[in-house]
């Protein structure tokens, strides 16, 4: 299975690149990518910058730029060789093998698309995505129509929900005051 790490966005609220902040002093990417390996070293990072050019992974630039998560997602799906795709957001450090492994197993292959959800929202950056959807992805794209519900709304899709005790575990971190919320919670626990 082909994983594919999304390392865009503007990060305008965390004020540097999103993937290389730092968290227990590693990168957020460098968790991921840890989460993801007893499933799978077949790992590209999405990116347009060179910010990741330490990590030894295939880096591949947007197709089309500016178009958020779904145009690193149509990207991810374009340069991939697998018919079914883990895409993972960067800023997501305390994301665990257990609960991608969980995914894989639960994801119906009658499906296009399988992410998680909990009672409060959908978590489309923890997700299994299959390069069927590439025509639809690309004419949400072409037209401007970038909202991921709606795109997810418009494919086959499986929702798996998040059972309370692992609702932390989906926690995306987007800004400095997330980031110290999460390293407050760290310290409360040890």
């Known amino acids: 299975m082909q994983v594919s ?3 865009g966005g503007k990060s305008s609220r965390m004020q540097s690149e999103k993937g290389l902040v730092l ?3 590693k990168p957020f990417v460098e968790h991921i990518i840890e989460a993801v390996l007893p499933i799978s070293s077949n790992i590209q990072l999405i990116t347009n910058t060179n910010d990741y050019d330490y990590l030894a992974y295939k ?3 947007d197709i089309v730029v500016d178009k958020g ?4 997602i149509f990207t991810a799906l374009v340069h991939s060789e697998t018919e079914m795709n883990l895409i993972l957001s960067c800023d997501i450090p305390l994301i665990s093998s257990e609960i991608l492994l969980e995914l894989i197993e639960k994801h119906g292959t009658n499906f296009d698309v399988s992410v998680f959800e909990d009672i409060n929202r959908i978590h489309p950056l923890i997700g299994i995505y299959s390069k069927r959807i590439l025509p639809v992805l690309k004419e949400a794209i072409d037209v401007n129509d970038l909202k991921m519900m709606r795109f997810i709304s418009n494919v086959k899709h499986q929702l798996i929900p998040i059972t309370d005790a692992k609702r932390h575990l989906f926690k995306n971190i987007n800004s400095v005051a997330e980031l110290n919320e999460l390293n407050t919670n760290l310290s409360q626990l040890k």
């Not at 998560?69 to 690193?72: A, Q």
């Open 23 to 25: 968290y227990q002093n």
């Open 59 to 61: 880096k591949i630039k």
């Open 69 to 72: 998560p779904l145009g690193g």
């Open 5 to 7: 790490i999304l390392c």
